[in-house]
């Protein structure tokens, strides 16, 4: 069994040293395609797919007196009614939102974001970035008929562009010009500091690689194409076999045909009787 096999890849090595020239022709193709796959046909050469940078960073919608922090809310201070006894006090329910309030400001905040003056505070600071800005509340999703705001009062920002530095500096500029806007409109509306809504950065931003082509499968695509350019030159092989070199050498044009027999008088043979020799054969 071992001698068969290593018959059979004597033979299959000899096929592909007797087709050599269609295993070059193989691999010449099966190197042009994955080319092809991967980049335009045009110089310099240019990815078809060009890969993006993405930077998300995460902010916590929260006021000054933590609400996450503590199972009670915070009483500011108590005061005693003119008109009613001394044993009755009323609490002073503080002034902050609560927390159902921030949950809504995160899934209001995402519009804000994205809005003309926030970039217009974000170009002064760190110029003017190609790219990409998005805003959401955290755990929200957009269906095809229906919206389902978010449950926490976390919001999230990405910025996609073309090269990781921009995506960081878009993400990270975007939340400094919010967290900016957001304090100004806060002052000129004269809210109190114990009642203004405070931006607390819990992640920061990261740049992750997306929408690169892959070289898996044009490098499988290749390996195929000359594959099948081995799999032709054996079927080739099996169905010509070559033959021997005295079956397959043909008669030279130039050379002579035999020459015929000659007469020779013969010392053994009676007076008159010629013997007939055949002439010696050059192939011996």
């Known amino acids: 069994m071992a001698q068969s096999a290593d018959d059979s890849f004597t033979r299959n090595a000899r096929a592909l040293w007797r087709f050599g020239w269609l295993i070059v022709i193989g691999a010449c193709i099966a190197a042009l395609v994955p080319m092809l796959m991967l980049y335009k046909p045009k110089w310099p050469a240019t990815p078809r797919t060009r890969p993006t940078y993405v930077a998300k960073t995460q902010i916590l919608v929260d006021s000054p007196t933590g609400p996450f922090l503590r199972t009670q809310p915070k009483v500011v201070g108590q005061s005693q009614g003119r008109n009613e006894t001394s044993s009755s006090k009323n609490p002073v329910v503080p002034s902050v939102s609560d927390t159902r309030s921030l949950v809504e400001a995160a899934n209001l905040f995402p519009l804000l974001v994205t809005s003309d003056e926030v970039a217009a505070i974000r170009e002064k600071r760190v110029g003017v970035i190609r790219?990409?800005?998005?805003?959401?509340?955290?755990?929200?999703?957009?269906?095809?008929?229906?919206?389902?705001?978010?449950?926490?009062?976390?919001?999230?920002?990405?910025?996609?562009?073309?090269?990781?530095?921009?995506?960081?500096?878009?993400?990270?500029?975007?939340?400094?010009?919010?967290?900016?806007?957001?304090?100004?409109?806060?002052?000129?509306?004269?809210?109190?500091?114990?009642?203004?809504?405070?931006?607390?950065?819990?992640?920061?931003?990261?740049?992750?690689?997306?929408?690169?082509?892959?070289?898996?499968?044009?490098?499988?695509?290749?390996?195929?194409?000359?594959a099948a350019f081995m799999g032709l030159a054996i079927a080739l092989d099996r169905a010509r076999p070559r033959t021997k070199a005295a079956q397959r050498a043909p008669r030279r044009v130039d050379e002579a045909p035999p020459a015929p027999t000659e007469l020779q008088p013969s010392d053994d043979e009676p007076f008159g009787v010629v013997a007939v020799h055949p002439p010696p054969n050059p192939q011996r």
């Open 131 to 226: 790219g990409t800005v998005t805003a959401k509340a955290l755990f929200a999703s957009q269906g095809v008929n229906r919206y389902r705001p978010g449950s926490v009062p976390v919001m999230e920002i990405t910025a996609v562009s073309r090269r990781p530095n921009p995506a960081l500096r878009l993400a990270t500029g975007t939340a400094a010009a919010f967290k900016t806007w957001l304090a100004d409109r806060q002052a000129q509306s004269n809210i109190p500091p114990n009642q203004r809504i405070v931006l607390r950065p819990i992640q920061a931003a990261a740049v992750a690689k997306t929408g690169s082509a892959g070289k898996g499968l044009p490098i499988l695509v290749g390996l195929a194409i000359l």
